[in-house]
C-alpha cells in the first residue's frame, strides 16, 4: 500500500520509523537500512547516516553496532560517534571494549550475501542507448535473481537514461528493487552524484547548482500542478548558454524539449500507477561514440508501476503480447483509457507517443520505450521514416528514452503541423460542420481567458464539464481566449474540449477561439476532427 502524509511522499526521516516498526516489512529491511548508513558514513556523508540509523529503533542499532565492531567493519570510535548522534547521548553506550571475533566473520559474511546480493556490472560496463538491450538484459537478470546491490563506480560509462532506469528502482520510501552505491570513484559515479543521483533515491531536496548547458539536475515528479515549472526550467537549462551553432534554431529546440517533457511527466503521473510518480532526466549528449558527430539531446522518464502492456490490454482484447502493446502505444488515438468500441474518453486521445514518436522520425532521432515484457526501440531517418525493432527484453516498469539531435529542428511549428497531419490522415471524418469559430464572437458571448496550468488534464476535463458544457447546454455562447497559452500538448487540448465539443455539435452551438497562436490551432482543429469523428450528421 503507497505510505502517504498529508498527500506529499515522506522524506527519508519520516519514513524510516515507520518502515523499521512495521511488521510485514520485517527485520530484513531495517539491516539493509543499517548497512546503507554505514556505507554513507564511510563515504564522508555523516548526516545522512546520522538521520538513516536515528529513525531506526535503538536496540536494533545497538546490536548492530556491537556486531560491526565484533566483525572489523567498523571501529569502535565510529560505533561510538554514530550512536551518540543518532540518539543523542541517549542510553549513552562505549563499544571500545568490544573486540573483532574473527570465528563471526564468515557466519556474518554469508547472512549479509544472502540479504544483500551484489550485482556486477554488465559486460561492457557500459550503459549505453546504442546498445540498450545490453543493459536491460542484465538488469531484468539481476533483479529476478534478487541482486539488489549495484555499485555505479564499477560502470565504465552510464547515460542519463540508465541512470533514471536504477533511480526509478532504488527510490528508498518505495519498494525498492535495487540499491545503488557510489562514491564518486569512477566517472560514472561522478556522473550520478552531478546530476543529484542519491538526493533523488533519498527524497531528498537537490543541493547544489545545474551546469546549464550540460548538466541538469535530474527530478521526481508525480503532481500535475508541477510539470510545467519542472519542463520549462529543464528546457531552459539545457539550452541556455550553450553554443548557438550547436542548433539550427535554439529556440525552436528548446520549444520541442518543453513539449516532449510535458507529455512524458503527464503520462507517468496519469498512467503509471507508481505511487511515487516518475524519475525525469534530460542531459546535453556531447562527445563519444555518435555524440561527437552528431550531438544530441536526450530526455529519458522512468517509473516503477504497473507498465504499458497491463494498461492497453484490459481494454484492447486484440493485444495478446507487451510486443503489441508497445507497438500500439504508438498509434494515434489508442489508448488504456478506451477501448476499440469507444470513441476516446474526455481526458485522453492517445495522442501522446504517437506525437513523441513521430518528432523522433521527422528529426533522425531514437526513441526507446521498455516496459513489462518487451523493448521497442525507434530509429528515425532523413526522410521522416523510422525503423521500428523489438529488443525481447523489459524493464520492472516503464522507461521512455527520447533523443533528438541538436540540429535535427528548424521550425517546431512546422514539425508540429506535419505530425497532426499525419494523425488527421489516420483519423476518420465523417463531417464537413466546423464548432470552432476563430473570427469575431458577438457582444453578447462570455470570454474566458484561458490561464497557464495547461498540462492537468483532470483540472482540464473539470473545468471543460462543469463549466463550458453546462453553459453550451442552454446554447450560450462561450470565447476562449488563449492569449497566455503559446504552446499545449494534444493531451490538453483534448482534454480541455473533447466534451465540449460534442456537446456543441448536439446543441447546434459553435465555440468561438480568440488569440490562438498557430500550434494551438493546430491542435484544436485535432481535437474537433476526432471528437466528432464518429458523430452521424443527418443534416
Request: proline share 4%.
Amino acid at each position: 500500500m503507497p505510505i502517504r502524509k498529508g498527500g506529499i511522499g515522506l522524506s527519508v526521516q519520516d519514513l524510516l520509523p515507520i518502515l523499521s516498526n512495521n511488521t510485514n516489512i520485517g527485520d530484513s529491511m531495517s539491516k539493509r537500512k543499517f548497512y546503507q548508513a554505514i556505507e554513507f558514513d564511510l563515504n564522508g556523508d555523516e548526516k545522512t547516516a546520522v538521520e538513516m540509523l536515528g529513525a531506526l529503533h535503538r536496540q536494533f542499532v545497538n546490536k548492530r553496532l556491537k556486531t560491526s565492531v565484533e566483525e572489523g567493519k567498523i571501529t569502535p570510535e565510529q560505533a561510538n560517534r554514530l550512536w551518540n548522534k543518532s540518539f543523542h547521548n541517549d542510553e549513552l553506550i562505549n563499544y571500545t571494549h568490544i573486540q573483532p571475533d574473527n570465528s563471526k566473520v564468515k557466519d556474518q559474511t554469508n547472512e549479509e550475501e544472502n540479504e544483500l546480493k551484489y550485482s556486477a556490472p554488465p559486460p561492457s560496463s557500459k550503459i549505453d542507448l546504442s546498445k540498450p538491450d545490453e543493459f536491460l538484459h542484465w538488469l531484468e537478470s539481476q533483479v529476478s535473481k534478487g541482486n539488489r546491490i549495484i555499485c555505479l563506480d564499477d560502470f565504465d560509462m552510464v547515460q542519463p537514461w540508465g541512470l533514471a532506469a536504477l533511480a526509478a528502482l532504488a527510490r528508498v520510501d518505495g519498494d525498492p528493487a535495487v540499491e545503488i552505491l557510489t562514491n564518486g570513484s569512477s566517472n560514472a559515479g561522478k556522473f550520478a552524484n552531478a546530476i543529484g543521483l542519491n538526493d533523488v533515491v533519498n527524497a531528498r531536496k537537490s543541493l547544489g547548482k545545474a551546469e546549464q548547458g550540460r548538466t541538469v539536475k535530474m527530478r521526481r515528479i508525480k503532481d500535475f500542478t508541477k510539470i510545467e515549472k519542472s519542463a520549462s526550467e529543464i528546457s531552459h537549462l539545457i539550452i541556455d548558454n550553450m553554443d548557438p551553432s550547436e542548433f539550427i534554431d535554439s529556440e525552436e529546440m528548446r520549444r520541442v524539449i518543453y513539449y516532449v517533457l510535458v507529455e512524458l511527466m503527464r503520462n507517468v503521473v496519469q498512467h503509471s500507477k507508481d505511487p511515487l510518480g516518475g524519475v525525469i532526466v534530460a542531459q546535453s549528449m556531447n562527445m563519444g561514440g555518435i555524440y561527437t558527430s552528431s550531438p544530441s539531446i536526450q530526455i529519458a522518464v522512468a517509473d516503477h508501476g504497473v507498465g504499458i502492456y497491463r494498461t492497453l490490454e484490459a481494454m484492447h482484447s486484440e493485444i495478446e503480447s507487451p510486443g503489441v502493446a508497445l507497438e500500439r502505444s504508438l498509434w494515434p488515438h489508442y489508448s488504456g483509457a478506451f477501448d476499440e468500441t469507444k470513441k476516446g474518453s474526455s481526458q485522453n486521445a492517445g495522442l501522446g507517443l504517437f506525437f513523441i514518436s513521430e518528432m523522433a522520425k521527422l528529426s533522425g532521432g531514437r526513441l526507446l520505450i521498455a516496459s513489462e515484457g518487451d523493448t521497442l526501440c525507434l530509429v528515425g531517418d532523413e526522410v521522416g521514416h523510422g525503423a521500428i525493432s523489438l529488443l525481447k527484453t523489459s524493464y520492472p516498469g516503464t522507461l521512455v528514452v527520447f533523443e533528438i539531435p541538436k540540429r535535427g529542428i528548424a521550425d517546431f511549428d512546422e514539425l508540429l503541423r506535419s505530425i497532426i497531419g499525419r494523425a488527421e490522415e489516420r483519423t476518420t471524418k465523417r463531417h464537413d460542420r466546423k464548432l470552432l469559430r476563430y473570427d469575431i464572437a458577438p457582444d453578447d458571448a462570455l470570454e474566458i481567458l484561458m490561464k497557464i496550468g495547461a498540462e492537468d488534464t483532470i483540472v482540464a476535463e473539470k473545468l471543460s464539464k462543469e463549466y463550458f458544457v453546462p453553459k453550451l447546454i442552454k446554447k450560450e455562447l462561450i470565447v476562449l481566449n488563449f492569449s497566455s497559452i503559446d504552446l499545449c500538448t494534444q493531451s490538453y487540448a483534448h482534454a480541455l474540449l473533447y466534451d465540449a465539443l460534442r456537446i456543441a455539435w448536439a446543441m447546434h452551438v459553435p465555440i468561438y477561439i480568440k488569440q490562438a497562436s498557430e500550434p494551438v490551432k493546430d491542435s484544436l482543429r485535432l481535437v474537433e476532427m476526432y471528437a466528432l469523428s464518429d458523430m452521424e450528421d443527418n443534416k
